[in-house]
T-cell receptor, first 109, second 115 residues
Framework: GQQVMQIPQYQHVQEGEDFTTYCNSS?????IQWYKQRPGGHPVFLIQ?????EVKKQKRLTFQFGEAKKNSSLHITATQTTDVGTYFC?????????FGQGTELSVKP | DGGITQSPKYLFRKEGQNVTLSCEQN?????MYWYRQDPGQGLRLIYY???????QKGDIAEGYSVSREKKESFPLTVTSAQKNPTAFYLC??????????????FGAGSRLTVL
C-alpha cells in the first residue's frame, strides 16, 4: 500500500542552527500537508502544498514540494526553543490522510 | 469557538474492560477520524467516517469499534479484544470539499492507560 516515509526520526540542534526534515511518498501525491505537534499537545495544521515544485514560506519555515510530487521538505532557519516538537508530513491516499512517522525536533538553548 | 472536544482527557482501565472515548465537533465537518499515537511513533488510523451511519476501517481497527449516528459525534470504543490499548488517542475532523478540504483539525486527545 501507499507509504509516506519521513527522516530523520530525531534531530537535536543548538538554538540558532538550521533544521530540515524530509518526506517521501511511494506514490505521486495530489497535495502534501505539514503538521506540528508540541510536546504533550495535538497536531496542528501548518500548511498544504499542491503544485509541483511549489515553495511556501511562513516566517522562518520554508516548505517545498518536489517536481515529481513524491517528496517534500520543511526547513527551519535559525531554530528557536519555540520550534520544539514533532513535525509530520501527510499525503492523501484511498480517501484518507497517510502520515509520515514524524521528526522530533529538540532545541538546546 | 468551533473545535473538537475529546473526553475524558485521561482514563484508566482495568484489563478486560471496554471503554468509550467521546469525540464531538461543532465545525460542521463531514468527515471524522480516530488515530492512535504511541510514544515516539507517528499517527496510525483506526477508523474514519465520511458520512453519518457509515464508517471504514483504518490500518489498525482490530479491537476497536465506532459509531456515527450524528454528524457531530464519533465515539470510539476500545474493547477488551485490543491487546495493547495503552496509548494516546486523537480524534480529528475535516471538510471533504471546498477550501480546506481534507485538512485535519485535531482534538486535544485522550490518554488511556490500562492497569
Amino acid at each position: 500500500g501507499q507509504q509516506v516515509m519521513q527522516i530523520p526520526q530525531y534531530q537535536h540542534v543548538q538554538e540558532g542552527e538550521d533544521f530540515t526534515t524530509y518526506c517521501n511518498s511511494s506514490t505521486t501525491l495530489s497535495n502534501i500537508q505539514w503538521y506540528k505537534q508540541r510536546p504533550g499537545g495535538h497536531p496542528v495544521f501548518l500548511i498544504q502544498l499542491v503544485k509541483s515544485g511549489e515553495v511556501k514560506k511562513q516566517k522562518r519555515l520554508t516548505f517545498q514540494f518536489g517536481e515529481a510530487k513524491k517528496n517534500s521538505s520543511l526547513h527551519i532557519t535559525a531554530t528557536q526553543t519555540t520550534d520544539v516538537g514533532t513535525y509530520f508530513c501527510a499525503g492523501p491516499g484511498g480517501g484518507k490522510l497517510i502520515f509520515g512517522q514524524g521528526t522530533e525536533l529538540s532545541v538546546k538553548p | 469557538d468551533g473545535g473538537i472536544t475529546q473526553s475524558p482527557k485521561y482514563l484508566f482501565r482495568k484489563e478486560g474492560q471496554n471503554v468509550t472515548l467521546s469525540c464531538e465537533q461543532n465545525l460542521n465537518h463531514d468527515a471524522m477520524y480516530w488515530y492512535r499515537q504511541d510514544p515516539g511513533q507517528g499517527l496510525r488510523l483506526i477508523y474514519y467516517s465520511q458520512i453519518v451511519n457509515d464508517f471504514q476501517k483504518g490500518d489498525i481497527a482490530e479491537g476497536y469499534s465506532v459509531s456515527r449516528e450524528k454528524k457531530e459525534s464519533f465515539p470510539l470504543t476500545v474493547t477488551s479484544a485490543q491487546k495493547n490499548p495503552t496509548a494516546f488517542y486523537l480524534c480529528a475532523s475535516s471538510q471533504l470539499a471546498g477550501v480546506g478540504a481534507n485538512v485535519l483539525t485535531f482534538g486535544a486527545g485522550s490518554r488511556l492507560t490500562v492497569l
